[in-house]
């Protein structure tokens, strides 16, 4: 059974704006509260600070940057707020695009993919318990967390390719994707984290989908709400590779274009609440475990108010 939770549709400026989408999870049908990587407020302390205010909700991140943490203080603080919240906590890393690298480590990684798995097997040992000796090649560490009950951590990776998406079949709980249509999952990341959950000898991770919607209203145009909520993603390299192979011909010079080819690859959904709900239906029959919620076009365009109602509407409807 598909689930679904809710993403923080804006980026935090004080820890109290966190808390009508918390208190969402708390009173609703919705399974999390998610957020992606913040430069305003850091995600572990807006929900820390809002689980300090009462609101003790599972949370997840849909992710965070590798290059920001260490792996040692990346277990560390995704443990913290565990035992803060007393809930567990899905905590998804990725390495974010190259320039992003670049601009904080001097040099890209030459393979994001090996990063990712030294990166995730660090943290997986230290929440386990262990005593890491680990020498990769970009990340080490030789310690351990002090020893302390918790609730758990489930361990997420970002995956937009194929080949990210084997490598979270070999050492990740769950597979974290963004803009990704449906039938791209189906046909295109499921078949790759079958084939690395099977190399590794494990079970397949559940896949966790972050999908941008709105509702049909009179003052929305699709493709607007579908520019102010994916702009950035429309323009990097990355995101644009994984849209192409899915079929929705991105072009880097017409971002509007880009926009409407969006809405119509289905890698932004619209429409009035049952075709909205047939929509969604899609990601469950093409094996998505959790459908994350996400309304950021409609609050960057609307504001919270906006973004608020679609999201109870929404969670109404599929509950």
Known sequence: MTKYS??????????????????????????????????????????????????????????????????????????SLAMATGHPVVAGFGPGGASFQRSLLGAPYASPLTAAREYLGIVR??????????????????????????????????VLRPGMARVAGAVADCAITWLTPASYLRDTVLPALREGAAAAGRPVPRIVAMVPLALR?????PAEVALASNAPHLAAPHYIDMLQRAGIAVDEGDTALSARRLVEG??????DIDGLVEQLAEYREAGVDEVVLNTTGVFNLHGHHAAMADLKTILAAVA
């Open 125 to 158: 040992g230290l929440l386990n318990g262990e005593t890491v000796q680990a020498e990769g090649v970009y990340f080490s560490c030789h310690g351990a967390l002090a020893p302390s009950p918790a609730p758990a951590v489930e361990l997420g990776l970002g």
């Open 6 to 79: 809710v993403l923080v549709p804006f980026l935090p400026r004080r820890p109290e704006q966190l808390l009508p989408y918390a208190a969402l999870v708390d009173w609703t049908a919705a399974e999390r509260l998610w957020q992606g990587q913040s430069m305003l407020v850091d995600p572990f302390q807006g929900f820390a600070a809002a689980a300090g205010s009462g609101f003790r909700v599972p949370v997840g991140f849909g992710v965070t940057l590798m290059p920001l943490r260490h792996p040692f203080e990346a277990a560390h603080q995704v443990r």
């Open 266 to 271: 289905r890698g932004f959904l619209h429409g």
């Open 217 to 221: 209203r009179p003052d929305r145009a």
